[in-house]
């Protein structure tokens, strides 16, 4: 009778602990839900953001931005900018092109590939007391580009491995060793190409292109198309008049035939006899 009040015993205290695992791992599972649940939404997270990050790294960035700004403040503003890039004063940079046009219609552009964290200080340095007109952001997606040039450079760079192994062997014959070694030129010169083409495609990831465009405002733009027109009265009075004398000349012959022909036409008429 002991042995078999111990042995229930035994299996009441087994059953409670069975029950309270199950309650307990009933409760993390509906409370704390990151045993189970939150982990895979977690790794879902982490990978979209991963995506994210991907799709970013192959992107090449071009901004333009117009500055408007009183015409005499142009040709400094720009060369103040240029400056700044040579300087490297917001990292890396390099000006890519400078323009100034001076005259009744003043404007200036500069073209630079800058750093990204130095596109929006070079900005504001350009457009500092002036007035930023317009603004444009364009990119350009590299990935299959870069996708497809580390392929190419991959395969090169076997068939550049295979090359060299055959030229170890000295059973080769002349003619065979000299058409491997174009064969090893021309490969060698492929890689350099794609490598090259590689190397550009990285420049424009890791930098931006920016293009800032100087201009006057448009009074100051319509006052200077006047004053142009004004100066220009003389030119333009002269080659009116030059047409209008070339126009005559070309004329003058055609109203000389209708001058006879219709004094022709007079004559015959007079000569001809009235009817009674």
Same mark, same amino acid.
């Given at each position: ?24 791992? !009933? ?9 189970? +649940? ?13 995506? /994210?990050?991907?799709?970013? *790294?192959?992107?090449?960035? @071009? =901004?333009?931005? &117009? ?20 300087? &490297? ?30 596109? @929006?200080?070079?900005?504001?340095? /350009? ?51 000299? +058409?491997?070694?174009?064969?090893? +030129? @021309? ?6 190409? +794609? ?5 550009? =495609? ?24 006047? &004053?142009? *027109? ?11 008049? !030059? ?5 005559? *000349?070309?004329?003058?012959?055609? *109203? ?21």
């Amino acid at each position: 009778m002991t042995q078999a009040i111990m042995r229930w015993a035994g299996a009441g205290v087994v059953a409670l602990a069975l029950a309270g695992c199950s309650e307990k791992a !009933a409760q993390e599972h509906a409370v704390g839900g990151s045993g189970f +649940a939150a982990a895979p939404a977690t790794d879902a997270a982490a990978r979209a953001g991963n995506a /994210a990050d991907d799709m970013r *790294a192959m992107l090449a960035y @071009e =901004h333009n931005a &117009g500055i408007v700004l009183s015409a005499d403040e142009i040709a400094p503003r720009m060369q103040a900018a240029k400056v700044a890039c040579e300087d &490297g004063r917001f990292g890396a940079c390099v000006v890519l092109d400078a323009r100034v046009q001076s005259g009744d219609r003043p404007s200036a552009s500069l073209g630079m590939r800058i750093v990204p964290a130095g596109v @929006e200080p070079m900005i504001a340095l /350009a457009g500092q007391d002036a007035r930023v007109g317009s603004r444009s952001t364009h990119a350009e997606d590299l990935a299959v580009q870069v996708r497809d040039n580390a392929l190419v450079q991959e395969r090169l760079r076997n068939e550049l491995a295979r090359l060299q192994e055959f030229q170890q062997r000295r059973d080769l014959a002349v003619a065979d060793m000299i +058409a491997l070694s174009q064969q090893l +030129a @021309e490969t060698q010169a492929q890689l350099d190409a +794609a490598e090259r083409e590689g190397a550009q =495609h990285r420049r424009r990831i890791d930098t931006q292109k920016l293009t800032l465009d100087f201009r006057a405002p448009a009074g100051e733009s319509g006052r200077s198309e006047i &004053g142009e *027109a004004l100066r220009d009265f003389t030119g333009t009075l002269s080659v009116g008049a !030059a047409w209008t004398i070339r126009a005559l *000349a070309f004329l003058l012959p055609l *109203a000389v035939v209708v001058w006879i022909v219709v004094a022709l036409v007079r004559r015959v008429r007079r000569r001809r006899p009235r009817a009674t």
